[in-house]
Structure formats: C-alpha cells, structure tokens
C-alpha cells in the first residue's frame, strides 16, 4: 500500500478553482448532518454508563476520565493516565465525532465502536476487566441495573451494554460549527481570515489528507512522507510504528490513522504521541513533514483561523 499522497494535484486543481461563497456542493469539506437521537432513553443510559467507573478492574475510571466530554472528547494530556497513574503509550483521541471515522485508534486497529469497547475493557492500561465482572457489578448497582431493565428484557448482557455505550458515543456529535454553517451557505458565518485561511488550507495541500464530513479519519496516511519524523535523538517506541502494528507489513510502519480536525482548536496537544503542544507549531511541522514545505510564517495564523472554525456544538445534554 501506498501512502504518499497522489491525489494532491487533482485536489489542489478542484479545490483551487471553488471560490470562496459556494455551498457544500463544491467543496471537499462537508458539513455534520443535525440529527435526532434515534433512542433518547438508550442514549441516556448510554451516558450512565460512559460515565461509570464500574468498568475499570479498580473502579478508579470511566470512559470520562480520558474522554472527558467538558474537554472537547479528550484529556488535553500529551498521554493517557491509566490504571493506578500508568502513563499510556499514545495521545488520547477526541471521542467527538468519533462515529464519523472509517477506523478507530491511532493505529487503525479497531473497525467499529463496538471494537474498541472491547479493546479498552481488556486493554491492561485501560480498564484491565473482563465481561462477567462488569455485568456483575451492573447488577448490584440499583441506579444503572434499573435504567438496564426499562430498555431490556432478561439477563444483563455484555451485548445490550455495548450497544446502549455506542448509541451514546454515536450521540456525541458537534455540529452547527462556524464552518459547516458557512458551507451551508452562511457567508457571513466566518470572518474574512477563517475564510483566507481556508484557501491556504487548500492551496497547501492540506486538504488532501483532512477532508469529508469529519475533515480527516478516513484514510491512514504515513507520518513523514517528506522527512523521516523518527530520527535521533527521538527513540522509536512500539506506538510509533502505527498500522505496522496491525499488519505486520513493513510498508505500514510510521502509517497512521489521520486524524480529524473537527475542534482540534480544543483537544491540544496534537500528534499521536502528544508532542506538539500548539496549533501553530502542528502546522509548521506539517507543512515540513507532510506536505514537502514549509508553511509561511504570515499564512499560520490565518490557517489557525479557519481551524478554529472547526468548533461545533455539543449535544444538549452535554452544554
């Protein structure tokens, strides 16, 4: 597989002729669908659920502790705390908006919501239990044991739970963002440098790799097309390797899952290990390693700009 981008000409010819003012239509960047929650009562015992610390081994974390929805679906720490203050081995990643992605995780390696309920409730830095020990535990809570029995019938079952915890984190939307309301045609909703530095986001080729509903999460692309971002005296952890660590594959090392863009003004700091702390020092070393340029000085805060437009709201229940 192939990573480096080779669709950026078509997309800087496409992108460099839509001019500032058209809808959606003509745009690389779509703008989140507002939707209505399909279940408000699975969702709310979704939310229950999110925010229990029933499923760490040590009741000391819930889904909250590292995706905190009052800090954007993230911790804004460089890496995860787990289990008893044990440092995780990548950056958190916001869990807004996270249903719009083609994959989960850094490396890729969940394909589903459901995916990754499972890796995180096995995962020994994340809550390091087991199934029958949480249904367990669910049973002899009375609060969530009876919000349990008004959506299902029968036994508690690891099933019935996942699937009200996905209909919450499906629920975990932000639209209505400066952005999308101006893709919609709202041209007064960005200001005269949001809407410059959108341009320069294209112009740049930045696009090529953050676009769609979710402007990014939906290809792996590899951390260092231009440059090797992994050299001394930076030493190479098993993390950094990405989807190599899915496949196996020599040419997935380094490869990643892009990540979106959708309130990244919010969920500092950036990079799959947390090392970049600013908005305006992740652009600078895009434009280096991703791109093969550097980004001037002068355009940076205009991107910043449009980047900040990428702000949506929370759902109702989380304002």
């Known amino acids: 597989m192939q990573y480096k981008a080779k669709l950026i000409a078509p997309f800087l010819f496409i ?33 229950q659920l999110y925010m229990s610390a029933l499923f760490s081994k040590n009741t000391s974390l819930s889904c909250n502790s ?22 995780g081995a990548v950056n958190t990643p916001t869990v807004f908006n996270s249903s719009l992605n083609f994959r989960q995780f850094w490396d890729g390696r969940a394909k589903t919501l459901e995916d990754v309920i499972n890796d995180h409730l096995r995962d ?15 049973k002899q809570d009375k609060a969530l044991h009876q919000s349990y029995k008004k959506l299902y019938k029968g036994e508690v079952t690891a099933d019935n739970l996942t699937e009200a915890l996905v209909a919450y984190i499906k629920n975990l939307l932000t639209p209505d963002a400066p952005f999308d309301r101006y893709l919609k045609g709202d041209n007064n909703a960005l200001s005269d440098d949001a809407k410059k530095g959108y341009q320069l986001f294209k112009s740049y080729g930045c696009i090529t790799c953050h676009q ?41 090392k380094f490869v990643f899952k892009v990540p979106s863009l959708r309130n990244v003004a919010l969920s500092a700091p950036y990079f799959h290990d947390g090392s970049v702390n600013t908005l305006e020092d992740a652009i600078q070393l895009m434009g280096i ?10 355009d940076i805060p205009l991107i910043v700009k449009f980047l900040e437009s990428l702000t949506g709201k929370l759902p109702e229940s989380e304002r």
């Not at 239509?25 to 507002?34: D, E, K, L, M």
């Open 15 to 47: 992108t460099l002729l839509s001019p500032i003012g058209h809808t959606q239509q003509n745009q690389p960047i779509r703008p989140i669908p507002v939707t209505e929650k399909s279940d408000p009562e699975m969702v709310s015992f979704g939310r």
């Open 124 to 138: 020994p830095q994340v809550f390091a239990n087991n199934w029958p020990t949480v249904i367990e535990r669910i």
């Open 289 to 298: 390693y991703q791109i093969g340029q550097p980004i001037q000085v002068y």
């Open 212 to 252: 769609g509903v979710n402007v990014g999460g939906n290809i792996f692309e590899k951390l260092g097309i231009y440059k090797d971002f992994f050299v001394e005296p930076r030493k190479i952890k098993k993390a950094d390797l990405g989807y190599f660590n899915v496949t196996g594959k020599e040419e997935d």
């Open 66 to 87: 590292c995706h905190s929805v009052k800090r954007s679906g993230t911790d804004n720490l460089p890496k995860h705390i787990g289990l008893s203050g044990s440092l």
